[in-house]
T-cell receptor, first 110, second 115 residues
Framework: KNEVEQSPQNLTAQEGEFITINCSYS?????LHWLQQHPGGGIVSLFM?????KKHGRLIATINIQEKHSSLHITASHPRDSAVYIC????????????WGAGTKLIIKP | EAEVAQSPRYKITEKSQAVAFWCDPI?????LYWYRQILGQGPELLVQ????????DSQLPKDRFSAERLKGVDSTLKIQPAELGDSAMYLC?????????????FGPGTRLTVL
C-alpha cells in the first residue's frame, strides 16, 4: 500500500464544475503539500497545510489530521486548470523529503 | 518574483555521451534538490544538498551520475555515460531550509532525450 494515495487518478469535467481531488496518507505528518504540474513539466506549489483549511483564489485545500485525509477543491473550474495535481507529505524520518502521491490528471473541457 | 533557473531546457544526446545540467536556486535558499521524472510518473529524488553538503544521494546512480554544489549556491548534475534509460525530465528545486513546512520551488526542468 502506498503511503500517499490520491483519487481519482483521472478526472474530466466541464468548465464551471466544482472539482474535488482527494489525498489519503498512512504516515504521521506535520504538513501536507499540494502541487500542480502543467504539461511541459513545470511544478508549482499550491498549498502547504498543517491543519484546517486554506484558500487561494478558486482553490481551496482542507486537511483532517485525525482521518489522515486532505482534499483539494477547485470552484468554477476553467480549461486553464487542466493539469496534474499532486499531494505530497514530508518524510519525517528522511530529511523531510517529499513522499509523492501518484497525481490526479485533471482535464477541464470548455 | 524570484525563480529557480535551469539550463538547458532541452538536451538531445547519444548514448555513451556526457551531459551536464545546471541549476541556480532562489537566492538565500540553503536546500537544493535534483529530481528525475519519467513520463507519467512522479518525481524521484536523486540528491539533496544543504548548502554545499550532500544530505542524501542514496538514489543517485553513482556509477554514472555526479552532482556538486561547490559554493553552496548553484549546482551541476552530470551523467557520464548517458544511457537510453536516462531519458527523462530532470527537475531542480530549492527551499529555504528544507524543513517540513518549507515550500519547494521548482525550476522549469531539463528534458533529456538519449538516442
Amino acid at each position: 500500500k502506498n503511503e500517499v494515495e490520491q483519487s481519482p487518478q483521472n478526472l474530466t469535467a466541464q468548465e464551471g464544475e466544482f472539482i474535488t481531488i482527494n489525498c489519503s496518507y498512512s504516515v504521521g505528518i506535520s504538513a501536507l503539500h499540494w502541487l500542480q504540474q502543467h504539461p511541459g513539466g513545470g511544478i508549482v506549489s499550491l498549498f502547504m497545510l498543517s491543519s484546517g483549511k486554506k484558500k487561494h483564489g478558486r482553490l481551496i485545500a482542507t486537511i483532517n489530521i485525525q482521518e489522515k485525509h486532505s482534499s483539494l477543491h477547485i470552484t468554477a473550474s476553467h480549461p486553464r486548470d487542466s493539469a496534474v495535481y499532486i499531494c505530497a507529505v514530508p518524510n519525517m524520518d528522511s530529511n523531510y523529503q517529499l513522499i509523492w502521491g501518484a497525481g490526479t490528471k485533471l482535464i477541464i473541457k470548455p | 518574483e524570484a525563480e529557480v533557473a535551469q539550463s538547458p531546457r532541452y538536451k538531445i544526446t547519444e548514448k555513451s555521451q556526457a551531459v551536464a545540467f545546471w541549476c541556480d536556486p532562489i537566492s538565500g535558499h540553503a536546500t537544493l534538490y535534483w529530481y528525475r521524472q519519467i513520463l507519467g510518473q512522479g518525481p524521484e529524488l536523486l540528491v539533496q544538498f544543504q548548502d554545499e553538503s550532500v544530505v542524501d544521494d542514496s538514489q543517485l546512480p553513482k556509477d554514472r551520475f555526479s552532482a556538486e554544489r561547490l559554493k553552496g549556491v548553484d549546482s551541476t548534475l552530470k551523467i557520464q555515460p548517458a544511457e537510453l534509460g536516462d531519458s527523462a525530465m530532470y527537475l531542480c528545486a530549492s527551499s529555504k531550509q528544507g524543513t517540513h513546512t518549507d515550500t519547494q520551488y521548482f525550476g522549469p526542468g531539463t528534458r533529456l532525450t538519449v538516442l
